[in-house]
């Protein structure tokens, strides 16, 4: 992978960055940066494109080879990058080589920013980094990203009446919002934050944590990441690392917080409103409930906390470990019982829906058969019995009907069939 012929531009109040990227004889979308003129670089420089392009490298298999001065510093941390990759996603990702000349970046602008999008982690990032930890120097930027909505389902004027709520919530901070857009998202993937903060050129940038420590996953931003993506012009951050109940409590005591709050997975485009119904919204609540801050942002989320939509609840958990918090944290009143219970409940279920989905992933590999022949038939029964317990433990279907009973037989007779197979000499 050639990247060079990179460019700056100014035009109507923003400036342009951007690199020609090409894959042997294939010319790829010039990869872009676009940010308020008077953050324009003084001259550009190759880190953020590096940092841009750097996973899909790696995902490709493809060297890069950059026209560009690129940060000591960021070369200098790519074995670090690389072996966190490597250890994320084994066998789809390792190390390459880059070739580019180095110098020392443009001197930053002295400024502290952090990105911001109205949920639970950025809000908590930026109340942390202005009232309990202020930084140096301070805190007086929030960068937002409208590239990052789901543009291939909302129109134009939507996305822009979103980014326009966002920057009424930054408002209310007293800080500076900045929107920086890119092309990187849905043309390169890979680390998007990191990228814009080397490009916006910031001393220091702050990206807000997201999961809990017990529960870091391979994902985009990561304190093992974010890091070492600086360079001597930016350095990044990975910041305001705290539990979710922590996280929770600490926005609930801003009413400007409260009203403004975004944490909906349904992204749900006619209304600036939290469905209340997904997983995500749903967790929120209960954190908000034991906090005693639900009633103050009822009307931030469409439907209200009820234990039957909790237990209804049957996608996958992305972050377990909250709901073992939130079932620990609940008291012994009826209604949190009652919470309780529900909880219980969907730990349960996702724990077989993880289940049927392993087993559905490898019940098909024919191969098994040179080990044992009836293995695949067995995992196959295997994946049959874990998704009809799923089905049968559905608060929806009816408690004691023939339909739930012809289920759970079922599951029952597979299960005797697994086991007399597994015994089997």
């Not at 400036?15 to 010319?27: D, F, K, N, Y």
């Not at 930016?234 to 922590?246: C, D, F, K, V």
Request: charged letters at 25%; glycine letters at 6%.
């Amino acid at each position: 992978m050639i990247v060079d012929d990179l460019r700056s531009c100014v035009s109507d109040g923003k400036c342009e960055i951007s690199a020609r990227v090409r894959r042997g004889q294939s010319e790829l979308p010039r990869l872009y940066f676009r940010f308020p003129e008077r953050f324009a670089p003084a001259q550009v420089d190759g880190s953020p494109f590096l940092a841009g392009l750097l996973v899909y490298a790696m995902r490709a298999g493809e060297d890069i080879t950059l026209d560009a001065p690129v940060s000591p510093r960021l070369l200098a941390s790519l074995d670090r990058i690389f072996a966190v990759y490597s250890s994320f996603f084994p066998g789809e990702m390792g190390p390459i080589s880059v070739t580019a000349p180095t110098s020392t970046p443009p001197p930053p602008t002295e400024l502290t920013g952090s990105f911001f999008s109205r949920g639970v982690d950025s809000w908590f990032a930026v109340l942390t980094a202005l009232e309990d930890n202020p930084q140096t120097p301070p805190l007086t930027h929030l960068v937002f990203c409208p590239d990052f909505l789901p543009r291939d389902r909302w129109s134009d004027e939507l996305v822009e009446a979103k980014t326009a709520q966002t920057q009424d919530a930054a408002a209310t901070t007293g800080c500076e919002f900045i929107i920086v857009e890119t092309n990187q998202k849905p043309v390169y993937r890979g680390h998007q934050l990191v990228a814009m903060a080397l490009a916006l050129g910031f001393s220091r940038m702050l990206i807000p944590s997201s999961g809990m420590l017990g529960e870091l996953r391979p994902r985009a931003t990561h304190p093992d990441l974010d890091p070492a993506f600086s360079s001597e012009r930016t350095e990044i951050l990975h910041y305001g690392n705290a539990s979710r109940m922590q996280k929770v409590a600490r926005v609930a005591r801003s009413a400007d917080v409260l009203r403004t709050l975004r944490v909906c997975r349904f992204n749900r485009a006619e209304r600036d409103i939290n469905c209340g119904r997904c997983e995500k919204c749903i967790r929120t609540m209960i954190y908000l409930h034991l906090a005693g801050a639900l009633d103050r942002a009822r009307g931030v989320f469409e439907h209200p906390l009820e234990p039957d939509a909790v237990a209804a609840m049957s996608k996958e958990i992305k972050h377990p470990h909250q709901w073992v918090d939130l079932l620990h944290a609940l008291d012994d009143t009826p209604e949190d019982r009652a919470l309780a219970a529900a909880i219980r409940l969907v730990i349960v279920r996702a724990h077989l829906r993880n289940a049927y989905e392993q087993v559905r992933e490898h019940g098909g590999d024919s191969e098994l058969s040179a080990l044992r022949p009836d293995l695949p038939e067995a995992l196959k029964d295997a994946y049959e019995v874990v998704r009809l317990i799923h089905r049968g433990l559905d608060p929806e279907a009816p408690p004691q009907g023939p339909a739930r009973r012809r289920v759970m037989r079922s599951a029952v007779t597979r299960a005797v069939r697994i086991k007399q197979s597994a015994t089997r000499d």
